[in-house]
């Protein structure tokens, strides 16, 4: 296959070490097919063994290597090199949006995952019922069980946080994987936690701020419908009732 030279065009910065950050730019030579992790694993490990980024599957499973690519947030590891070269041959490598720098690529993904356990991902057993002796299987028509299917894909690469305008104007908004993650477990009907996750949910950093942008829906390299579960969400705390849990 046809070789190629283009530059990759890569955001550094080291806090402890550097005054400002700073672009770093490398050759590589590239195949048609190659995607952008395999040039920052040959940068690194031909170029320069101190850059920074995180990595693991190299299959888009684990989400760890979601950076900003060519302007967007994405997944490295899926998207193809010579699919996002600017005029200028180059790509440019930036890390994820809302969080703040850890070094280079790796970004800090603490207010990410105390966002997430705030909304109690998990499923509330029914207080007032004894525990089940049989499997509990979930009754639902097959289409609201897509919705839970699909919310459930989620591989926490906070691709959507990083492209959320809300969550770049407030850190404080609990931001769409976390919302997307209450849903799953709202449109569950075996799931008894709507007056918990409530105090959570119906609250002006809850659902309330969501502008309804569709960034992380469109971003989402789950293809999981975020915005529409949110908007469910929305009309679920309206039958808990404006005002309880916070009110809006
Ligand atoms: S909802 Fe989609 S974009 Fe957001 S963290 Fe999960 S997989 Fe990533
Ligand atoms: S390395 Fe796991 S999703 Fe890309």
């Given at each position: 296959?046809?070789?190629s030279?283009?530059?990759f065009?890569?955001?550094r910065?080291?806090?402890v070490?550097?005054?400002?950050?700073?672009?770093a730019?490398?050759?590589?030579?590239?195949?048609?097919?190659?995607?952008?992790?395999?040039g920052?694993?040959?940068?690194?490990?031909?170029?320069?063994?101190?850059l920074?980024?995180?990595?693991?599957?190299?299959s888009?499973?684990?989400?760890?290597?979601a950076?900003?690519?060519?302007?967007r947030?994405r997944?490295?590891?899926?998207?193809?090199?010579?699919?996002?070269?600017n005029?200028?041959?180059?790509?440019?490598?930036?890390?994820?949006?809302?969080?703040s720098?850890?070094?280079?690529?790796v970004?800090?993904?603490?207010p990410?995952?105390?966002?997430?356990?705030?909304?109690?991902?998990?499923?509330?057993?029914?207080?007032?019922s004894?525990?089940?002796t049989?499997?509990?299987?979930?009754q639902?028509?097959?289409s609201?069980?897509?919705?839970i299917?699909k919310?459930?894909?989620?591989?926490?690469?906070?691709i959507c946080y990083?492209?959320?305008?809300?969550?770049?104007?407030?850190r404080?908004f609990l931001g769409?994987?976390?919302?997307?993650k209450?849903f799953?477990?709202e449109?569950?009907?075996?799931?008894?936690?709507?007056?918990?996750?409530a105090?959570?949910?119906?609250?002006?950093?809850?659902?309330?701020?969501?502008?309804?942008?569709?960034?992380?829906?469109?971003?989402?390299?789950?293809?999981?419908?975020?915005?529409?579960?949110?908007?469910?969400?929305?009309r679920?705390?309206?039958?808990v009732?404006?005002?309880?849990?916070?009110g809006?």
């Amino acid at each position: 296959m046809a070789e190629s030279t283009v530059t990759f065009r890569v955001f550094r910065y080291n806090p402890v070490t550097d005054e400002k950050p700073y672009w770093a730019l490398y050759p590589v030579t590239v195949e048609p097919g190659d995607p952008v992790l395999m040039g920052l694993m040959r940068i690194r490990e031909e170029q320069d063994g101190s850059l920074a980024f995180r990595a693991s599957c190299r299959s888009g499973i684990c989400g760890s290597d979601a950076m900003v690519i060519a302007g967007r947030s994405r997944l490295a590891c899926k998207t193809q090199i010579l699919h996002v070269l600017n005029a200028q041959r180059e790509v440019v490598v930036e890390p994820l949006r809302n969080l703040s720098y850890v070094k280079d690529l790796v970004v800090d993904q603490t207010p990410f995952w105390e966002k997430f356990y705030q909304v109690d991902p998990w499923l509330h057993e029914d207080p007032l019922s004894k525990p089940p002796t049989t499997e509990r299987l979930m009754q639902l028509p097959e289409s609201e069980f897509d919705d839970i299917s699909k919310a459930s894909d989620c591989i926490f690469c906070q691709i959507c946080y990083s492209e959320c305008p809300v969550n770049g104007m407030d850190r404080a908004f609990l931001g769409p994987q976390a919302l997307i993650k209450a849903f799953r477990f709202e449109a569950d009907p075996r799931d008894h936690g709507t007056p918990d996750r409530a105090r959570t949910l119906n609250n002006q950093e809850g659902v309330w701020k969501c502008r309804t942008t569709f960034n992380c829906t469109l971003s989402c390299p789950k293809g999981i419908p975020i915005t529409k579960g949110i908007q469910a969400l929305k009309r679920e705390m309206l039958t808990v009732g404006l005002g309880r849990g916070g009110g809006v």
